[in-house]
């Protein structure tokens, strides 16, 4: 039976990643001229996109190796990335807590690793993440409350941004039952567009807000903000070096290679204030 190539790209990026972290391998002579190689303990850092689309596991490795550079640094360590494109691949390494480091979205993963796990907040990316909800721009409505027994789109019903869009129409009052689903955030502003719904959720960070004042759509409230992308630690990190990697990490965004670095990674920055959040996102969105 063949392996398909992209599964077995997947393995020997995953097996390397592995083998850095726990082989140490005499090392060779550093040649004149050439960069020092980095000392100390090794660290693994999964990292999460979500549904990343077709970003291969060395394209994640390459886009976040300055981020791991510069936490290597804080914890006198080298931080290697470990690309963690499915979900199930980063639940079960939370729950082995197998990553000493984990940045993740959905939002919820890192929360329930916090919870159940024994991982630890770090700080989260910045700006938070919220539920936008677009209506055509003829409605009348001015609240979620109007909407009341209209057709709601979400997208996927498994999806972590359908349980946030959700929690926050339940604290408003409607019925979930009435709420529809479609496979991408794309399809609900499409459906928005052409009048097949009267309101509908996509995330603050969605490429489908781009240009809905074109698609003759309108914002008409966003919810609550949650945290978004956050950074956990395990406990091979002490919390000496995880004020340390805080303190790092949010003023990235006021000094030239913190900005180089947070371009590359498509963030404004980084914040410390999401903890408390954070713990109480899983009860919010379980809240019946």
Request: hydrophobic fraction near 40%; include cysteine.
């Amino acid at each position: 039976m063949q392996i398909p190539l992209a599964r077995l790209a997947l393995a020997v990026v995953l097996a390397s990643s592995f083998l850095q972290v726990h082989a140490q391998p005499a090392k060779a002579p550093t040649p004149p001229g050439a960069p020092a190689q980095p000392t100390g303990p090794r660290y693994l850092l999964a990292v999460s996109e979500g549904t990343s689309g077709g970003t291969s596991p060395q394209e994640i490795i390459d886009k976040y190796k300055p981020l791991a550079d510069l936490m290597g640094k804080v914890l006198g360590g080298q931080v290697l990335v470990d690309p963690s494109r499915s979900f199930q691949r980063l639940d079960e390494g939370l729950r082995a807590k197998r990553f000493d480091l984990a940045m993740a979205r959905p939002s919820d993963y890192p929360a329930r690793a916090v919870r159940d796990n024994g991982y630890r907040y770090v700080a989260n990316a910045s700006p938070d993440g919220q539920c936008v909800f677009l209506v055509p721009q003829k409605s009348a409505a001015k609240t979620l409350a109007d909407l009341k027994g209209k057709r709601i789109l979400l997208p996927e019903k498994i999806s972590y941004m359908a349980q946030f869009c959700s929690a926050e129409l339940r604290d408003a009052g409607l019925n979930l039952s009435q709420l529809e689903y479609v496979k991408e955030q794309e399809v609900v502003v499409y459906q928005l567009q052409n009048n097949r719904a009267d309101l509908g959720g996509v995330a603050s960070y969605s490429k489908a807000l781009k240009g809905i004042g074109d698609a003759g759509l309108r914002e008409l409230v966003r919810s609550r903000p949650q945290p978004y992308f956050p950074l956990i630690a395990g406990q091979r990190i002490s919390p000496t070096q995880i004020a340390a990697l805080r303190k790092e990490l949010v003023k990235m965004k006021d000094t030239p290679a913190g900005k180089e670095i947070l371009a590359k990674l498509g963030l404004a920055g980084f914040d410390d204030t999401g903890e408390k959040r954070l713990a109480e996102l899983l009860a919010w969105l379980e809240k019946t």
